[in-house]
C-alpha cells in the first residue's frame, strides 16, 4: 500500500507555470507507473501524464510540449512541471500509483487557470 499527498495547486493566469509535486509515503522504486490524472468540473477523470519506473513516459495530446512529468525515487517524489498554462486545464489534478495491479490516489489539489 502507499499514500500519495498532492501539492502545488493554486490559482495562476494563462501563460503561466507551476510545478505539482506528489510525495509518496514509501519508496516508489518498484512503483511500475505513476501517473498525474485530472478532472475538471462535470468531466471524467483524464490521463495527463505517466512515467515508468525506467522512466518512460507518456503524454496526454493536450499538454504535450508543455507539461513535464519526472520521478525522483530517491526522494519517493513525483512531479508535473506545467508552462504555458491555458484555462482548460483547471481542474483537480490527482496523483496515482500503479502498484501490483492496484491503483492508489491521492486526494487531489486544484489548479485554477485565470483568462
Known amino acids: 500500500q502507499v499514500h500519495l499527498v498532492e501539492s502545488g495547486g493554486g490559482l495562476v493566469q494563462a501563460g503561466g507555470s507551476l510545478r505539482l509535486s506528489c510525495a509518496a509515503s514509501?519508496?516508489?522504486?518498484?512503483?511500475?507507473?505513476m501517473g498525474w490524472y485530472r478532472q475538471a468540473p462535470g468531466n471524467s477523470r483524464e490521463l495527463v501524464a505517466t512515467?515508468?519506473?525506467?522512466?518512460?513516459?507518456n503524454y496526454a495530446d493536450s499538454v504535450k510540449g508543455r507539461f513535464t512529468i519526472s520521478r525522483d525515487n530517491g526522494k519517493n517524489m513525483v512531479y508535473l512541471q506545467m508552462n504555458n498554462l491555458k484555462s482548460e486545464d483547471t481542474a483537480v489534478y490527482y496523483c496515482?500509483?500503479?502498484?501490483?495491479?492496484?491503483?492508489?490516489w491521492g486526494q487531489g489539489t486544484l489548479v485554477t487557470v485565470s483568462e
Open positions: 496515482k500509483a500503479k502498484d501490483w495491479g492496484l491503483d492508489y
Open positions: 512515467v515508468t519506473s525506467g522512466g518512460t513516459t
Open positions: 514509501r519508496s516508489i522504486f518498484s512503483i511500475g507507473v
